[in-house]
């Protein structure tokens, strides 16, 4: 088996944007309200079936490819704890044209019990671009807030609440944060970032009155006091943040760094490769790639594939140990160390 090129695969949300997506990607957007991308996606967006999934380019489903034969995608005759098109990871390109609005994403726990999955939504930026005034992000809690507080700013709809309270952090390309589950976060206008997350689409949105989405689309149907139960209250510290941001490095020699902080290994691991006209070697197992920059070959024994700038690429277990040689930047997305246990009920 060798790596397949995947068609974009763009999802209309909620949000402006897509501008640099559709330019990294080469399709023309008909709509300001395609700030998403879902790569070798197999699962789909909460509430609509009929989007998410990846398509291969005779238009059938990636999802029905991994479950065909799961042992040569993904190393494993059963799949995943979700099924056998689990790949552990759900990978996107985002491309923000206005902030995204404050939300917060829940943990396995909650999920397990709440939602009758094994997975929640941990997820971690990897910033591409960031050229707006407004390129931050925001983080956690600068401080400890009262949940009765916070239930009333979200009744009332008070962004200016919600944003004076969360942690803001001036982004710049090269830029990698963690954001665990709980932790309520936005994303700013003018920042592209490869995300990836938990393989989920779980979301809890506190401020819902920036987008075109309502209040009955913020709490996963669970109602808000039950969904506001995933807030983590508690103030994320700047020793905390140092912990969840990792800068480029300056080393321009660099072949292959991760790109995001360690406590973001049992979830999903993130690697940038660059081969400056050499050869970079890479372990076997399913991975998403994305080419950011240049071309090159895949190689292994089981084939070669030539890439090029803009393309994304599913690369299945089978494929084995392989290496990547030319002049090319991928970045390049793992399913995690830790695996959760399988909900059965």
């Known amino acids: 088996m060798i790596p397949i090129v995947l068609p974009p695969n763009v999802i209309e949300h909620f949000y402006r944007g897509g501008s640099r997506l559709a330019q990294l990607r080469g399709f023309e957007p008909d709509s300001a309200f395609l700030p998403e991308e879902w790569l070798a996606a197999t699962v789909h967006r909460e509430g609509h079936p009929n989007s998410g999934q990846s398509r291969l380019f005779d238009g059938s489903l990636f999802s029905d490819l991994v479950a065909a034969d799961p042992l040569g995608w993904l190393g494993n005759s059963e799949g995943g ?49 960031a050229d707006a005034p407004e390129s931050a992000v925001w983080l956690g809690f600068s401080e400890d807030v009262d949940p009765a507080e916070l239930a009333t700013a979200v009744d009332a709809q008070d962004s200016d609440w919600m944003l004076a309270r969360l942690n803001r952090i001036d982004v710049t390309p090269g830029d990698g944060i963690l954001v665990p589950a709980g932790t309520a976060h936005a994303i700013g206008a003018g920042v592209f970032v490869v995300e990836v997350q938990e393989p989920t689409d779980f979301s809890i949105v506190l401020e819902w009155s920036v987008t075109t989405a309502g209040r009955d689309e913020s709490h996963l149907g669970l109602g808000l006091p039950l969904a506001l139960q995933v807030v983590n209250h508690r103030a994320t510290t700047p020793a905390m943040l140092r912990d969840l941001v990792t800068r480029p490095d300056d080393d321009p020699d660099t072949t292959s760094r991760p790109l995001l902080p360690t406590d973001a290994d049992p979830f999903f691991r993130m690697e940038e490769i660059s081969t400056h006209g050499g050869t970079v070697g890479a372990a076997a197992g399913f991975s998403v790639l994305v080419v950011l920059d240049g071309a090159g070959t895949l190689s292994s024994p089981e084939g070669s594939l030539d890439v090029t700038r803009g393309q994304v690429l599913a690369v299945p277990a089978a494929f084995g140990d392989w290496s990547v040689s030319g002049a090319v930047r991928i970045v390049r997305v793992r399913a995690g160390l830790e695996t959760p246990t399988a909900v059965t009920s």
């Open 81 to 129: 704890p979700a099924g056998k098109t689990d790949t552990g990871i759900l990978v996107k390109l985002l491309d923000a044209d206005q902030r995204l609005p404050v939300h917060v994403h829940p943990d396995r726990p909650f999920a397990a019990h709440h939602l009758h999955h094994c997975y929640g939504k941990t997820e971690a930026w990897y910033v591409l671009a």
